[in-house]
């Protein structure tokens, strides 16, 4: 985490109060946008049904948000309970009201890892194969509040670049979300778009996990069609967080409930993670100052 750390730091220098269960027993899960809506409630049932099931909710809801801000707004006013997030959505909640939620596990990577990687794709057939190459050229965002997708390459590629992002390419623009603005690729609308991946395992078969191997498993992406132009220094993984006014019993069996899942049903795991990983680990606010940093620095919130 060493490189991405320091470059973040360089970029730099360069609503309730009071614990409350969740409300009628109910809890409420935001999921982030960028992804098909239908696939994303698929995914993520078995979570509704195994929490139910184990830790006596009387209903578990799964609110899928049009992009990232919407789940951002559902946890600062608390009409959500449960997100997991991107580390630059955790800050741009962080920079608004630091106590709003709290960030409980992260993902592990298979290799041990706690990161993952911006990875910037064009198509094979565009006869881009570098950064130097996409000079002048158009790119593609995911989403403004997303890390791999936005943050990371605007304070990333300007040191391999030599200038500011807006300098050097012809034109930027946003997807829709990551797998989105790889479709934005594939059918020539950016020259080359960004997303993300584990960077563990083949990228021939999309890395271990991301949406770059999402995309692979759903067949909606032939790795055959598209090369790595750019990769990023390894990127915090994001995490999951609960609200703050939950109550402190309600918070204490959701981490144990996901601490637990990769060894009492790890197809739910894997399903809602879009791949494969060691498990959780537990975290908290410092694990992400230098994103928070970052992105007060470059967003300004």
Not at 45 to 67: N, Y
Not at 98 to 121: F, H, K, R
Not at 160 to 188: K, Q
């Amino acid at each position: 985490m060493t490189a991405i750390r320091t470059i973040l730091l360089a970029s730099v220098a360069l609503t309730m109060t009071t614990a409350v269960f969740a409300q009628d027993n109910v809890l409420r899960i935001g999921l982030l946008g960028g992804e098909n809506e239908a696939d994303r409630l698929r995914d993520n049932q078995c979570l509704v049904d195994l929490m139910k099931a184990e830790l006596g909710f009387s209903d578990v809801q799964l609110f899928p948000a049009a992009d990232y801000n919407g789940v951002i707004q559902g946890l600062l006013g608390g009409t959500l309970d449960y997100a997991e997030l991107g580390a630059s959505a955790y800050a741009a909640i962080y920079l608004q009201d630091p106590n709003a939620v709290e960030p409980i596990l992260t993902t592990e990577q298979t290799d041990g890892a706690t990161g993952y990687y911006s990875v910037m794709l064009a198509r094979k057939d565009s006869g881009i194969t570098t950064l130097e190459d996409m000079k002048g050229k158009k790119l593609g965002f995911a989403d403004p509040d997303s890390t791999s997708g936005y943050l990371i390459p605007v304070v990333a590629l300007p040191n391999d670049i030599g200038m500011p992002v807006a300098e050097y390419f012809s034109e930027t623009g946003f997807g829709g979300g990551h797998e989105n603005n790889v479709l934005a690729v594939l059918d020539g609308q950016f020259d080359a778009g960004v997303t993300w991946g584990s960077g563990v395992g083949e990228f021939m078969e999309g890395y271990t996990s991301g949406n770059i191997r999402s995309m692979v498993d759903k067949g909606m992406l032939d790795m055959e069609d598209v090369v790595e132009v750019w990769k990023s220094p390894l990127i915090p993984n994001g995490p999951i967080v609960l609200r703050s006014s939950l109550d402190q019993g309600t918070k204490d069996k959701i981490e144990a409930f996901l601490k637990a899942l990769p060894e009492t049903n790890y197809d739910c795991f894997r399903a809602a993670q879009a791949g494969d990983y060691n498990g959780y680990v537990e975290v908290d606010p410092s694990f992400y100052q230098p994103v928070i940093d970052a992105r007060k620095a470059t967003i300004g919130g």
